[in-house]
């Protein structure tokens, strides 16, 4: 592993059903992100951790939970999806949460719920 | 909250230069950032103000006056492969990252 990796790439999804995005990263980052990225809307934070086992809300987290048991891990579990929650996922890591700390991004996971 | 604006489209020629304005009213402000991201792929990151003035690295250039709550992205030189969308983020007081929703710059031939 080299960076920030996602999975799936995409999943199509029913409404109702239960569903963790996974998110791996291999640079010993402290904190990690979730974005979802609308047309029109740009990018938007649902969850963040600025450290293993600490995690905070960020602009959007209604209907999504996560858990950050080490450093290299950050799943985003969508409980019970919602049409609404079509959209483009991006997990990010960053050294820690300061100031200048640019965000490194993984490749994303489409997802469509039906 | 927060209000970050920039232009939904631009369209250039090859080799010319274009600014990409950012204008943002934040909660607080410990940093601007500007990534690109192209078309079905990640963002990545291009630069980082937080002093007023001008960041030059290459062809880009980016620009911050925190008194205006004002940033350009300056590409120069512009290649085909500059074609993607430029995205502007504002970093607030606890540290999150607030993005706008994005400039896709088109490069013709």
């Known amino acids: 592993i080299a960076g920030i990796t996602q999975a799936p790439t995409s999943q199509i999804l029913a409404a109702g059903r239960r569903m963790t995005l996974r998110c791996t990263q291999d640079m010993r980052h402290n904190a990690m992100y979730w974005y979802r990225q609308d047309l029109g809307l740009g990018l938007r934070l649902i969850h963040y951790?600025?450290?293993?086992?600490?995690?905070g809300k960020g602009e959007v987290p209604d209907g999504y939970s996560v858990s950050r048991a080490n450093t290299d891990d950050f799943p985003l579990t969508l409980a019970s999806a919602v049409p609404s929650q079509t959209s483009v996922y991006f997990c990010?890591?960053?050294?820690?949460?300061?100031?200048?700390?640019?965000?490194?991004f993984g490749p994303g996971t489409r997802l469509t719920v039906l | 909250g927060q209000n970050i604006d920039q232009p939904t489209e631009m369209t250039a020629t090859e080799g010319a230069i274009v600014q990409i304005n950012c204008t943002y009213q934040t909660s607080g402000f410990n940093g601007l950032f500007w990534y690109q991201q192209h078309a079905g792929e990640a963002p990545t990151f291009l630069s980082y103000?937080?002093?007023?003035g001008l960041e030059e690295k290459g062809r880009f250039s980016s620009f911050l006056s925190r008194s205006k709550g004002y940033s350009y992205l300056l590409l120069k030189e512009l290649q085909m492969k500059d074609s993607a969308s430029y995205l502007c983020?504002?970093?607030?007081?606890?540290?999150?990252?607030?993005f706008g929703a994005g400039t896709t710059v088109t490069v013709r031939a």
């Open positions: 990010a890591s960053s050294d820690s949460a300061g100031s200048s700390n640019e965000q490194f």
């Open positions: 103000n937080v002093l007023d």
């Open positions: 983020a504002v970093l607030s007081n606890d540290y999150k990252l607030s």
């Open positions: 951790s600025n450290t293993a086992g600490t995690t």
